[in-house]
């Protein structure tokens, strides 16, 4: 069973991003298994890096490459494609260069960030003693409104940029939730 987020977003530059960064992140639905590294759901997230907007993303129990390779297919495409030493990136086609990382995050260091604000604002994500999704539909709602509320804030981030301010910003994500 899977649950996909898959969809294109609108950018501000132009209709293709130059760069797309592809991680993902494990979490658990309903309880913690014994299994032998104790993940049994996957959070699979893909990234423009100008503008910073999470293009897709897909929510199962697996991370196989045909499900990678869906949201390579669903995704605005891109000049160039970076993601980490995960094996399963190899076996996906491309539209673009790919770029597999194994030694490092200096190719995946977008992505690896959204990733990280996601288990910051996601309480699903965050600490699994005081909130858990007890279904995989549960977890991709919560996703879903999510990564809306981030695309939406991380492009008025990005005019607001473009516009040439100085200073502070006069919003943050919370404003777009």
Known sequence: MSISGLKKTEHTVDNSPEILEMDELYWY??????????????????????????????????????RIQNMVDAAPTAKN???????GYVDVIYPGNHKRNIRDKSHTFTVEGVNADLRHYIPILARKSRCFARKLETLKAVVSVFIDAYNRFGKAKYQFKQSRNRGVLPFGLVDFL
Not at 29 to 55: A, C, D, G, W
Request: hydrophobic residues 30%; charged residues 25%; aromatic residues 16%.
């Open 81 to 87: 494609y970076y993601t980490d030493g995960y094996l």
């Open 29 to 66: 639905v309903f309880h913690k298994p014994r299994t032998k590294t104790r993940e049994n759901v996957y959070l699979m997230t893909m990234v423009s890096r100008e503008p910073r907007q999470i293009v897709g993303f897909d929510v199962a129990y697996d991370k196989s490459p045909q």
